[in-house]
């Protein structure tokens, strides 16, 4: 017999929808959605919504700030009961961003990780695309970039720095 839920197919898709233009606060022109943070929506033992997420990694500085602009967001939106869960299992990888939020983050100047490069060696040799100029012709600068979860790469073809997301 199948389970039954009382959360309604709608109240999902206007949370999802609220989720969705919640900009991370080092990145902002991905959402939560985009890049994976958001889990799904469960039910709790009282039947009402919970919201799932995870943070980019463990200790991430915006993860407090995250939660909070979720919060607040949903609140706006009249789905203040809604309730907010930090899941640290499985952990996040970058193969949870989404193909849009991929795009995105090239748009905005930042070279994503190609999908399955999680399950590759951090260091690994998979030639990285400049996000500026499409050439391949790259090399990494430094581990560390302007965020923790980014390294400094630059563009041996048009010279241009970049960051790119570091895989795990």
Not at 21 to 35: A, G, H, T
Request: aromatic share 4%.
């Amino acid at each position: 017999m199948a389970a039954t839920t009382s959360i309604s197919e709608e109240l999902r898709n206007r949370i999802q929808e609220v989720l969705a233009n919640v900009p991370d606060p080092e990145i902002p022109v991905v959402s939560v959605v985009d890049l994976g943070i958001f889990r799904g929506i469960v039910e709790d033992d009282t039947g009402n919504a919970v919201v799932q997420i995870t943070p980019t990694y463990t200790g991430c500085p915006a993860t407090l700030v995250i939660e909070q602009s979720i919060r607040e967001a949903l609140a706006n939106a009249g789905l203040s009961g809604v309730k907010l869960d930090t899941v640290l299992s499985p952990a996040w990888t970058t193969d949870m961003i989404s193909e849009e939020g991929r795009d995105k983050l090239r748009d905005y100047g930042i070279a994503p990780p190609p999908k399955g490069s999680a399950a590759t060696s951090v260091r690994h040799s998979t030639a990285v695309q400049c996000p500026r100029c499409g050439s391949k012709d790259t090399q990494e600068v430094s581990r560390f970039g302007s965020t923790p979860c980014k390294a400094l790469w630059r563009c041996c073809n048009c010279a241009e720095p970049f960051d790119r997301f570091k895989c795990h």
